[in-house]
């Protein structure tokens, strides 16, 4: 297996676009990435995309992108993991890079959200759990991680107060992003006041539906030291786990398995532990998620996720800082995206140019990006090779 | 990149199957390709679909198809590029074993396309084509391709008769295929006579709406010595290209550039010409399209795909055999299966298995999986290694 390094990142302003299409959306970040990886030219591109065909009408971005992206009969390929379809392509192209199949390949994720009802939205999102037997019958995604943190609160004590310092957190840090859908300050009591949409989980806690997309360049760690742009980064780990797509199957409804079961994976990859990591990107769909996440990478106990949060473990100046981006929460949540946009921060960190929310200690990053309720989740971890 | 070999074939008789589900279509393809490869338990899982989510309300197959598989918390994925999705699959699979990240890598195709109506099928297999520059217009599958054989038989004079003859061929080998969806013989006369779908294309000379699947196993050449169930096919070459999704953007309206280009990359890769190949399935989703792929991939002229299958080339007891399961036309077209179920046939063939259909000297075959209306084209080439 080859190693594998990335040499550009692409990201757009994110919000609600409605001068922007979906294929607009996927061409803009990814010329943003040509530009950044001085390429113009791929071997391969990945396309990280939930739910083009719901929303949007529109599958076989496999033929679209390329076309658009003026990349004439390149392979593509699109990759489809609900909320962790971004992840997913940037695994892909890995696997093109690693295996010897592209030298140069693209990962870019994309989602347009804004052009359909909060009905439809809802509808559309739903598709990620399990039709036949949760969504069929009403429940809404909201919902199913409402009954998570129902039983977190009831078996660990979390409190409504913690759920809403992951928000805070989450928006200090996106205040200080300009790519961000909503880049400003909130308080705990904004959160705490805002409109319930899932006991307990109110509006605050939850991502919001964005329009935007995101773009990775990979390529050999031998071809990125030719090119000599940035300092080289490695993928150096990847981990890919799923478990039930009903949260009713689930071994224990406060545990995310498919997160630790793929960060061990990822983790053995790349020759580490959880010590061994700087700072992570993870999936907070809803506040609640980003406690369960901390618990199932091991950065804390489980139970710990909410104190640590409230006691800053966390924040940016905290000892193991996540979600420097703003997160999903802040940053917004384009579901293909997300994956890619998680990699492009810790990217971002590595090489330094993370401006006001630098990380001053940045060497290895992590990204966890999960799909459904955690019936998929797909975890990176990436380092400057010296 | 490590030599990669098929274990395994997966099949169950295709048809309007209202008592299965789209998982339950999933798993039964995937346990009888784990009894044919006397393997239960793989290290990864690439999934074809192409419409789950507008069908059947259902993303996230990469949580479900594992979950419902009893293959806990192994990685899967999605992959989707229209009516190619099921060749996509198999590709990413064959790059899990080539690049080292997987030993043991299923490919499943699926397909759950009955449970809506015809309306609603149409537009869904209208999201394979450029949504906002075709299918918003009211243009339909059979129509962009009722498009593309106009222009045939008005720069070739290719007949009404020659494409017929497709489907009294691909017919005629169903008949003797118990999985195939029609496997029954029919006449010329029959598709002539039969309903006008978009002029110049009548009913039979479209393939079918089908719920199915399909399966294969992937490991490395090594491990399929040791096993010794079957004799040792691998994939010598593997092309996937794009093209315009539209076909108003297309060079040549006649033409089929991805088929072309995806032959070539396969040839390339497999160290072949066309003259190597025996035989071959291709995507015939009309009758038209068999007829330019046959035209695309080097077989015959530019034009003489119509005069070449009336005479007989492509027969069961032709020189260059193609569609020997019957097609898609006969067998059905279960979208995001039939680029798997293609290799499923051609595996079938090379171990001598085919029963009434085999061959007598299936040596090298070639599959041609086709998206859209050209978008996406990915290929195969498989041989027994001795």
């Known amino acids: 297996m080859r190693d594998v390094a990335i040499i550009g990142t692409g990201l757009i302003k994110w ?80 696997l093109e890079v690693a295996s010897g199949m592209a030298d140069y390949a693209l990962a870019v994720g994309v989602e347009k959200m804004t052009d359909v009802s909060g009905g439809e939205a809802t509808y559309g999102l739903a598709a990620a759990a399990d039709q036949d037997y949760e969504a069929f019958h009403g429940i809404t995604f909201p919902g199913l991680y409402a009954l998570m943190a129902k039983s977190h609160i009831n078996r660990y004590g979390t409190t409504r107060e913690q759920l809403a310092d992951v928000a805070v957190k989450n928006h200090h840090n996106g205040a200080l992003n300009s790519m961000a859908q909503f880049p400003f300050a909130i308080t705990r009591e904004q959160v705490l006041s805002s409109v319930m949409i899932a006991d307990p989980l109110r509006l605050m806690d939850c991502s919001p539906i964005t329009d935007g997309a995101a773009a990775v360049m990979l390529t050999t760690v031998e071809n990125a030291r030719k090119l000599k742009k940035h300092p080289v980064v490695v993928i150096s780990g990847i981990g890919l786990a799923s478990d039930t797509i009903a949260i009713s199957q689930r071994r224990d409804i406060c545990k995310l398995d498919a997160v630790e079961i793929a960060a061990q994976r990822a983790l053995k990859m790349a020759g580490k532990t959880i010590k061994d990591i700087n700072f992570a990107e993870v999936h907070d769909c809803f506040t609640i998620s980003e406690i369960m996440v901390m618990e199932a990478l091991g950065i804390v106990k489980p139970g710990q996720g909410g104190p640590a949060t409230s006691a800053g473990l966390t924040a940016l100046d905290g000892k ?34 993370a401006g006001k929310r630098q990380l001053p200690n940045a060497k290895v990053g992590l990204t966890q990006n999960m799909g459904g309720s955690g019936g998929s989740c797909i975890i990176h971890i990436m380092e400057v090779k010296s």
Request: aromatic residues 6%.
């Open 15 to 94: 919000g609600e676009l409605w001068e922007k299409s979906l294929r607009d959306l996927a061409v803009e970040a990814s010329l943003n990435c040509f530009k950044d990886a001085g390429i113009n030219k791929v071997d391969t591109i990945s396309i990280g995309c939930m739910l083009g065909g719901i929303f949007n009408g529109q599958e076989h971005l496999a033929s679209l992108i390329p076309d658009y992206l003026g990349q004439k009969h390149v392979p593509a390929m699109r990759l489809e993991s609900a909320c962790a379809s971004g992840g997913l392509a940037v695994r892909t192209a890995f």
């Open 320 to 353: 193991f800082p996540i979600n420097t981006s703003g997160g999903l929460k802040s940053k917004g949540h384009p579901v293909g995206a997300t994956g890619v946009a998680q990699i492009c921060e810790v990217v971002t960190q590595l090489r330094g140019t």
